[in-house]
């Protein structure tokens, strides 16, 4: 629990939010800021700021509920799609520093599908595979 995290309000019950799902580890709740109408975040309870401090067993019950959160956000608002996004740190778009995972419903051409599009790759162009089988090495060591 951290007293200047927004997130930790919301778990604590100290913020309003519109919650969606809750259980012993997990909170799910509505986007105060939506990408589109239905967006939805899912955070554990516990601060834990980004992917590389949140424990893997939490980490696993909080993709249970991603997933079933995904599915009952695309039945309520009949969306076309979704897209799963978690950001960390600063320079990735991360701005509240409690571990969280979006859960965005999509529709054909909507206003977000340039960014999604970019970051999923269909904007660059093809690696070397050289380079890419250096960089994996590479990865694969720090495994
Ligand atoms: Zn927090």
Redo the contacts with the bound molecule.
Sequence with gaps: M?EN?R??MIVSKKAKASIVHEDDNVLAFMDLHPANVGHTLVIPRE?HETIYDIPEKLLANLFSVVKRVSVAVKKSVDAKGISILQSNERDAGQSVR?FHVHVIPRFRGDAISKFIGAMLGLGFKKAERQKLDEIAKEIKQNL
Excluded: E
């Design positions: 951290n995290c997130f930790c601060h409690h």
